[in-house]
């Protein structure tokens, strides 16, 4: 019976250590100590023995299973801390590759077009002035020797805003309403630019958009004239679209200037060979001309001493022209597939 016992004891110890799963050693610990094992027979047998042989093997029957069911209880607690240590790899997060990064945003074109246009100014050693989106009228029109009666202050042109006891009050159509504000508010000479938004009832088509930017200029000293313009807008459009690139400068007409010019550029579509966007193959830039003398008196300014150039430059034609957008209502529709293709961040 002790021989028995002897050699289950060995069996079940390999049984244990040999079993590689949790539902292996369940099934040892079954074929070992369980009811129909053959040692559960020996404990059984043990019965029919003498009182004094009974109390012995007794003692070594218990001894044999405490033994058997620790040897168990290790092994299952090593198949244990094995499968966790499964669970935990299984689980595990890899960090070493590296991660999606955010795509950096970029520069807005016309961000891009308003810094360059800047830039060559403060070259040129002139300084930026700013003036409000929302004008009254004096800035906007009478200043500019524009009368009440000018079509351009009706209704149809300008976008007014309604404001309890500001009767007169508009989003301004051009950013020329800087220089007012300039004058008034400094001696001369004055060099400056001033770049912003204005605002017009105009229907958006491939080159006009009713909410667009402009930037101003202004120069007032003794002893301006024309040919001072000229040079001026010669450097700047060479800075801005290259030595290659064809500009006219032609008469016309604004109010405040006297003589008045506007300058143009080759289509970017057609390069002046003439297509549907520009018609005769040029695209209007700017507007230009000599500071009409009433302009410079209207702000405290004397005529006899001082003369003057201003323009009103279109930042998003600029932009067109640049970059050869086709159209300028993709600078407005926000499309994240068009405006990722300019320029790095600020
Ligand atoms: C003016 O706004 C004058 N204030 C310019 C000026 C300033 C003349 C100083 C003399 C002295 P004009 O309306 O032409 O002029 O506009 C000037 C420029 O703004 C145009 O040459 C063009 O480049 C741009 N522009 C005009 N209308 C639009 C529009 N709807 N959409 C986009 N750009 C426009």
């Given at each position: 019976?002790?021989?028995?016992?002897?050699?289950?004891?060995?069996?079940?110890?390999?049984?244990?250590?040999?079993?590689?799963?949790?539902?292996?050693?369940?099934?040892?610990?079954?074929?070992?100590?369980?009811?129909?094992?053959?040692?559960?027979?020996?404990?059984?047998?043990?019965?029919?023995?003498?009182?004094?042989?009974?109390?012995?093997?007794?003692?070594?029957?218990?001894?044999?299973?405490?033994?058997?069911?620790?040897?168990?209880?290790?092994?299952?607690?090593?198949?244990?801390?094995?499968?966790?240590?499964?669970?935990?790899?299984?689980?595990?997060?890899?960090?070493?590759?590296?991660?999606?990064?955010?795509?950096?945003?970029?520069?807005?074109?016309?961000?891009?077009?308003?810094?360059?246009?800047?830039?060559?100014?403060?070259?040129?050693?002139?300084?930026?002035?700013?003036?409000?989106?929302?004008?009254?009228?004096?800035?906007?029109?009478?200043?500019?020797?524009?009368?009440p009666d000018h079509p351009a202050r009706t209704m149809?042109?300008?976008?007014?805003?309604?404001?309890?006891?500001?009767?007169?009050?508009?989003?301004?159509?051009?950013?020329?309403?800087?220089?007012?504000?300039?004058?008034?508010?400094?001696?001369?000479?004055?060099?400056?630019?001033?770049?912003?938004?204005?605002?017009?009832?105009?229907?958006?088509?491939?080159?006009?958009?009713?909410v667009f930017h402009q930037v101003e200029g202004l120069?007032?000293?003794?002893?301006?004239?024309?040919?001072?313009?000229?040079?001026?807008?010669?450097?700047?459009?060479?800075?801005?679209?290259?030595?290659?690139?064809?500009?006219?400068?032609?008469?016309?007409?604004?109010?405040?200037?006297?003589?008045?010019?506007?300058?143009?550029?080759?289509?970017?579509?057609?390069?002046?060979?003439?297509?549907?966007?520009?018609?005769?193959?040029?695209?209007?830039?700017?507007?230009?001309?000599?500071?009409?003398?009433?302009?410079?008196?209207?702000?405290?300014?004397?005529?006899?001493?001082?003369?003057?150039?201003?323009?009103?430059?279109?930042?998003?034609?600029?932009?067109?022209?640049?970059?050869?957008?086709?159209?300028?209502?993709?600078?407005?529709?926000?499309?994240?597939?068009?405006?990722?293709?300019?320029?790095?961040?600020?």
């Amino acid at each position: 019976m002790l021989r028995s016992l002897e050699r289950e004891r060995e069996r079940g110890f390999r049984a244990f250590s040999e079993a590689a799963t949790i539902a292996e050693l369940e099934a040892a610990q079954v074929a070992i100590l369980g009811r129909k094992a053959p040692f559960s027979d020996v404990q059984r047998a043990v019965g029919t023995l003498e009182p004094d042989d009974r109390k012995s093997v007794g003692r070594v029957i218990n001894e044999t299973r405490a033994d058997l069911q620790r040897a168990s209880d290790e092994r299952r607690a090593e198949l244990e801390a094995v499968a966790e240590d499964a669970l935990i790899a299984a689980d595990r997060v890899d960090l070493s590759l590296p991660g999606r990064r955010p795509r950096p945003g970029s520069l807005h074109p016309l961000s891009l077009a308003e810094d360059e246009i800047v830039d060559v100014f403060l070259r040129l050693g002139y300084r930026v002035a700013e003036g409000p989106e929302i004008e009254d009228e004096w800035h906007n029109f009478e200043a500019l020797n524009i009368p009440p009666d000018h079509p351009a202050r009706t209704m149809k042109d300008s976008i007014y805003v309604h404001l309890p006891g500001h009767p007169e009050l508009l989003l301004r159509t051009e950013t020329s309403s800087v220089q007012i504000r300039t004058m008034q508010s400094q001696p001369p000479p004055v060099y400056i630019v001033a770049p912003g938004r204005v605002y017009r009832r105009e229907t958006a088509d491939a080159t006009h958009l009713p909410v667009f930017h402009q930037v101003e200029g202004l120069v007032v000293d003794e002893g301006i004239t024309f040919a001072d313009l000229k040079g001026t807008l010669d450097a700047v459009a060479r800075a801005l679209f290259g030595q290659d690139r064809e500009t006219k400068l032609g008469p016309a007409f604004f109010p405040f200037v006297e003589p008045g010019a506007e300058l143009a550029v080759t289509c970017m579509r057609c390069d002046g060979a003439g297509c549907p966007v520009c018609g005769n193959g040029w695209i209007e830039l700017l507007g230009c001309g000599m500071v009409h003398p009433q302009v410079l008196e209207n702000c405290g300014y004397d005529p006899e001493r001082y003369t003057g150039f201003a323009f009103g430059l279109g930042i998003d034609r600029v932009a067109i022209l640049k970059y050869r957008i086709p159209d300028i209502r993709l600078l407005v529709e926000g499309d994240i597939r068009f405006l990722a293709q300019f320029g790095a961040s600020r």
